[in-house]
């Protein structure tokens, strides 16, 4: 099947990276889908891929992006005729820059006639707060919970999920309108890193027991700090290496500036660190993403969590909606919509 696509097509600049071209779509395997997408989010990952720091990125020129919403107009062999002309919310593994996508049934949810701005934000960002929050170590009651970049797409539904489950939140974000983002969706504490050492903020206070780090490079030699006995960091992001100009040499750096671990001293401290990538959880245990997906539908649809839209772009912007992301001033999901 003849469609088209927007193709990362060279590392850099957000202006020469992307190009609208014609794709030529392999046949449907059983278990597999065909999406007509009128939208898809964007993700940090993907403005990591765009800077060719994402190693599980295809190759260049390749269709990057991870979810979409749209019309399922085709099932695989012996596949379920029951989603047909279904509106749904899909992962992908890559392809969903493209104006079709194909994924698996385990991969969609039906959606009806709910916005595509709010439940793209529900698919890879959603599902990884939950994952973390819910799933992987669920937070205990009365724990101390930090969260980077928490008016992001991952980091609103991080402090909605955190209360849910009884924590104080402590929401490190990088503006005065961030503050008041966090504080509305229930944070506790607001640090304004612009304006204060959070470290030295939080050296005052009782230590932290859990952190959900997107940045990994110094912030997280500075959390392990700041962690009680008991205490679990979450790495799913090395965003404090997006920009580097350096290549490889700055890839040492990013590693420098997290140290060294000794799992002795884990051990003996009873600290946990745990790394977190969706893709790996998508392609091993299907079934842990469909379940997390479903769990988020019932809060959403029950209105026990909030959804924050960021920016909504047309797909010929995608050059200005990547720059948006990753200038640190996004707040909420960004989706692109076609044409």
Same mark, same amino acid.
């Given at each position: 099947? =003849? ?32 999406? =007509? ?43 379920? +005729? ?11 593994? /890559? ?45 205990? =009651? ?86 009680? +006995? ?23 750096? /990013? ?14 401290? +009873?600290? +946990? ?6 893709? =790996? ?59």
């Amino acid at each position: 099947m =003849k469609s088209e696509a927007i193709f990362l097509v060279k590392k850099g600049p957000s202006s020469d990276a992307f190009e609208k071209r014609h794709i030529v779509l392999p046949d449907l395997n059983s278990g597999e889908v065909l999406i =007509k997408s009128e939208a898809f989010g964007l993700n940090y990952a993907d403005v990591m891929a765009r800077n060719g720091m994402y190693r599980d990125a295809p190759p260049m020129p390749c269709v990057i992006g991870y979810e979409v919403v749209g019309e399922v107009i085709g099932v695989g062999p012996n596949g379920s +005729s029951e989603l047909m002309g279904k509106r749904v919310l899909a992962f992908c593994r /890559f392809g969903g820059y493209g104006r079709h996508a194909i994924t698996t049934e385990l991969a969609t949810v039906a959606i009806g006639d709910m916005p595509s701005s709010e439940v793209l934000a529900l698919s890879t960002q959603g599902v990884t707060a939950y994952y973390m929050t819910d799933v992987l170590a669920p937070i205990q =009651k009365g724990e101390r919970v930090l969260v980077h970049a928490a008016a992001g797409g991952v980091g609103s539904f991080l402090i909605q999920l955190a209360k849910r489950r009884g924590a104080t939140v402590i929401a490190k974000v990088g503006s005065s309108q961030k503050e008041a983002r966090s504080k509305e969706l229930g944070a506790d504490f607001t640090i304004n890193y612009k304006e204060k050492d959070y470290v030295e903020v939080l050296k005052k206070q009782p230590k932290i027991d859990v952190s959900y780090n997107p940045f990994g490079g110094s912030t997280f030699s500075k959390d392990m700090k700041l962690m009680n +006995s008991g205490g679990k960091l979450f790495l799913f992001g090395g965003s404090e290496l997006s920009g580097g100009r350096y290549g490889f040499f700055s890839s040492l750096n /990013f590693l420098r500036k997290m140290g060294i671990v000794i799992p002795a001293v884990l051990m003996m401290s +009873s600290r +946990s660190i745990l790394g977190v990538n969706m893709l =790996k959880i998508a392609d091993h245990r299907p079934k842990v993403m469909q379940e997390c997906l479903a769990a988020l539908m019932e809060l959403y649809s029950k209105e026990q969590i909030k959804v924050c839209v960021g920016k909504v772009y047309a797909v010929k912007d995608i050059a200005l909606a990547h720059d948006y992301l990753e200038s640190g001033a996004s707040m909420g999901k960004i989706s692109i919509t076609w044409d």
